[in-house]
């Protein structure tokens, strides 16, 4: 098979997943091509912004956003003018061509629930029909959540000697076993330095 | 014929599970987590937070001994390979795995979570939402929706066959995905052999993980002035961890979400208060003051949400007469 109809069919298994396909063996194929080519990878990201678009997902920082943190880098950033919008896009962009650093800081007020946040239950309500959006159903669902300023490398190998330790007291305890894939995914780092 | 019982109750419990209905979501939770453990299973799945990484799991019981192998399939080579207890890892001879190799956790290497049931039902909602198709088998998809904003919610799809774990997300409070994992392809049953559970890799060093340490540990001096209803410590060590310092230890579990308490000396750098998160895990420091009124580093890591991280870590104290309570 050529280079080109190889590629033009990893376009149309990408193509068909921006059209709703949940993940197949296709689609982790399509993603591996993806990554390793330029020009699919430039296409996969415009696919994603063509989606964002139309779901609304897309945010500029030309006003802060209301999860920016103050004194943070991403508050602080966000609360200058910025000269042109800048465009923020999806995470899952971002985690099929990333290869940059393995931990990242997001911002606190980032994840500050709201209430009545529609993907909790009460406690004493029955549980509505139509609370989390799933991967099936979900075009409403932004894929996977980054906001990120990087760590030194010092804290930064502190924060995978955690994670691992985490994982590994999970498994042992038998409370819940977390994927490998969690903290190896990146190259894991050995133990901290003495400083 | 043990497996053939296996496979039959497997199946019996399936059906009875669509076409009755008399099986609770509760039940498929727990056959789940059994099925990690007994079923044999050969398969690539997919993990994504921020990055991509695709990884071959087998996993073959053998006379009861559990024979589990992990094999990267991006990046550097690298397979780990569980024979019952016996973990060890095998990559290039300057892979940083080595290093971390009496960190690795244990397996089930597939398993996204075991649930601790009883008392679930007070803090998720577990329902129930019909079936699909995933890695091209059919799936019975559960929702587990958090009823408070310090946990994160679920979907997991699991094999109607064997109860294994094709697909599960991880949302966060507003819907969005934390964190996606996926069997893209998957085998099951006698097709398995131990041969797949053997590593294949070639020209590479082998590193063994040490038993682990016997004897009564110390009580941790460190305690929680709050953590979410539900949450209760299963794991708590006054000393030992991810590194050579001494360092405090507590786990904690509301039967589906973890996190872990860490406590030592303040290193000379550290950034300190920061929160961070990768995929579904949130992490957040803060200095505290321990014995001696020295300044102590307090990090808490979990599939929590930052702000519920965040608040842990400033109700951690140091509070030796309370050590061996149960919070």
């Given amino acids: ?195 | 014929m043990m497996r053939r019982v296996r496979g039959w109750l497997a199946a019996a419990s399936a059906a009875l599970a669509v076409s009755g209905g008399a099986a609770m979501p509760e039940d498929w939770l727990q056959r789940m987590d059994q099925a990690f453990r007994t079923a044999d299973y050969d398969g690539v799945f997919s993990y994504l937070d921020r990055e991509l990484s695709a990884f071959r799991i087998v996993h073959k019981v053998v006379d009861g001994v559990e024979h589990e192998r992990l094999v990267y399939l991006d990046g550097a080579r690298r397979e780990i390979i569980r024979v019952g207890d016996d973990v060890s890892c095998i990559a290039e001879a300057g892979d940083e795995l080595h290093a971390v190799i009496d960190q690795l956790p244990d397996g089930p290497y597939a398993r996204a979570f075991s649930p601790r049931l009883q008392g679930l039902g007070e803090h998720y909602d577990v329902r129930l939402k019909g079936q699909y198709r995933v890695a091209g088998r059919t799936a019975i998809r559960l929702a587990i929706t958090p009823r408070d904003e310090n946990r994160y919610g679920y979907r997991v799809w699991l094999d109607q066959d064997t109860a294994l774990l094709l697909r599960s997300e991880l949302h966060d409070q507003a819907g969005r995905r934390l964190e996606v994992f996926q069997f893209t392809s998957l085998r099951t049953g006698d097709d398995v052999t131990v041969a797949d559970a053997s590593p294949s890799a070639t020209g590479l060093v082998t590193s063994r993980v040490p038993p682990a340490a016997s004897g009564p540990l110390a009580p941790p001096a460190w305690r929680a002035r709050w953590v979410p209803s539900g949450f209760r410590m299963t794991d708590g060590r006054g000393r030992g961890g991810a590194t050579s310092r001494q360092v405090s230890t507590l786990l904690f579990s509301d039967g589906i979400a973890t996190f872990s308490v860490f406590v030592e000396a303040a290193p000379a750098r550290a950034s300190a208060p920061a929160t961070t998160r990768r995929g579904a895990t949130s992490l957040h420091t803060r200095l505290a003051r321990g014995p001696e009124r020295r300044s102590h580093l307090v990090t808490v890591v979990g599939e929590v949400p930052a702000a519920t991280a965040q608040r842990i870590a400033e109700g951690i104290h140091y509070a030796p007469e309370d050590a061996g309570k149960d919070k």
């Fill in chain 1, 1 to 195: 098979m050529s280079q080109a109809s190889t590629s033009d069919g990893v376009q149309e298994t990408l193509s068909a997943a921006m059209d709703g396909e949940a993940m197949s063996d296709e689609l982790h194929g399509a993603l591996d091509a993806a990554s390793r080519d330029d020009e699919l990878r430039a296409k996969w990201e415009r696919m994603h912004l063509a989606s964002a678009v139309m779901r609304g997902a897309l945010t500029t920082s030309g006003s802060p956003p209301a999860s920016a943190p103050l004194g943070t880098k991403r508050g602080r950033r966000a609360a200058k003018p910025s000269r042109r919008p800048r465009l923020r896009l999806g995470p899952a962009v971002a985690a099929v061509v990333a290869v940059l650093a393995a931990l990242t800081v997001v911002l606190v007020a980032d994840l500050v629930q709201e209430e009545g946040s529609p993907n909790l239950v009460a406690a004493t309500a029955p549980a509505p029909t139509a609370s989390m959006p799933a991967a099936a159903e979900s075009t409403d669902v932004q894929p996977l959540l980054q906001e990120v300023v990087e760590l030194g490398p010092i804290d930064r190998r502190r924060m995978n000697a955690y994670m691992l330790q985490h994982a590994r007291y999970n498994a042992a305890a038998g409370t819940a076993g977390i994927p490998l894939a969690r903290v190896l995914g990146d190259p894991p780092t050995a133990e901290l330095e003495e400083e």
